[in-house]
């Protein structure tokens, strides 16, 4: 077999394994991909290093397998967050008016939709006093806060 | 040349770091898109060219763009999360104390912009058109709609937002 076609076919049965467990198990779905990701990594790595002939050709194709999961989180993190993703994947049945695009996509809807979703990440909780950050909210922001630093984005 | 790659795309972070990143032009969408572009079509080049010359197998020349590859979505990813994403708004919201029901209000103005600044950019991109209070799919807009619900379907995602 083209050793190049190895990465690939690793890759289909991620795809096909992460969309069966995904659909099993109701977890963070990064975190369900991860799961069935490395295993998969690892058996590649195993084969390619009985198959191949240098250890060049084995980190390479390695390489290209991580490529390409991380253009599948970038998509599936892509489609779940992005406004304008949604608004692409709602507009696929027919056109719609303005008016009732900003009905759906209406401010407070979409801040309770948000924070339903960091809700079930984890980052806040909804406390006696509102919503407020949880440990892990607190790190994830920290974060965030030092990224905006370096990458000289405008102040908040 | 997987070396290589390491080594240039280290120095192509340390360029941006030290350089690049003091330029206005890099503070935008289009110009950082346009910094890892144009050195990814240059590294590509370059690799190509050492792999017709038998310099380095196929597999090691695609090993080598896979490098880069991964540096540019990572850093893509994250300068993109970090510049103004709809979750940063709401998490800095609720750091500067309990975040209540009245103060969805803020956050909902957020969202509106946001809302009203995607419609823009889509439009621009000619994904899709605005007809007399209309909107509706370009021909692009369509086929990429299809892409990205066939990603949602393989992920097993519900609605987004």
């Known amino acids: ?156 | 040349m997987l070396i290589a790659a390491l080594a240039y795309v280290g120095i192509h972070f340390l360029v941006y770091a030290l350089l690049v990143r003091h330029q206005r032009w890099s503070r935008s969408e289009y110009g950082i898109l346009l910094y890892h572009g144009v050195s990814f079509l240059l590294f590509a080049g370059c690799v190509a060219a050492g792999a017709a010359l038998k310099y380095e197998p196929i597999p090691v020349a695609i090993g080598a763009l896979s490098i880069h590859g991964i540096y540019s979505i990572s850093f893509l990813e994250l300068w993109s999360l970090s510049e103004g994403s709809y979750s940063f708004s709401v998490l800095h919201a609720v750091s500067r104390g309990p975040l209540l029901e009245a103060h969805l209000g803020e956050l909902g103005n957020v969202g509106n912009t946001k809302r009203t600044s995607r419609l823009d950019s889509l439009s621009r991109m000619k994904l899709i058109r605005v007809l007399e209070g209309h909107v509706s799919l370009t021909l692009g807009g369509k086929l990429l709609a299809r892409a990205l619900q066939i990603i949602r379907i393989l992920a097993g995602l519900k609605r987004a937002g």
């Open chain 1, 1 to 156: 077999m083209n050793l190049l076609l190895v990465p690939l076919l690793f890759y289909c049965a991620l795809i096909i394994l992460d969309a069966v467990v995904s659909r099993l198990v109701p977890v963070n779905r990064i975190a369900s991909f991860i799961a069935v990701a490395i295993p998969l990594g690892v058996a590649l790595i195993a084969y390619l290093t009985a198959t191949a002939t240098t250890i060049d050709i084995v980190l390479s194709l390695t390489m290209l397998f991580a490529l390409l999961c991380e253009i599948y989180v970038f998509l599936f993190t892509l489609t779940l967050g992005s406004i304008s993703v949604n608004l692409l994947v709602l507009l696929k049945d027919g056109a719609m008016s303005l008016v009732q695009l900003r009905s759906i996509y209406e401010g407070d809807l979409m801040t309770r939709r948000r924070i339903e979703r960091l809700q079930n990440t984890g980052l806040i909780l909804r406390g006696k006093n509102g919503w407020v950050l949880t440990r892990r909210g607190e790190m994830v922001l920290c974060a965030f806060r030092q990224l905006r630093t370096f990458f000289l984005h405008p102040g908040d």
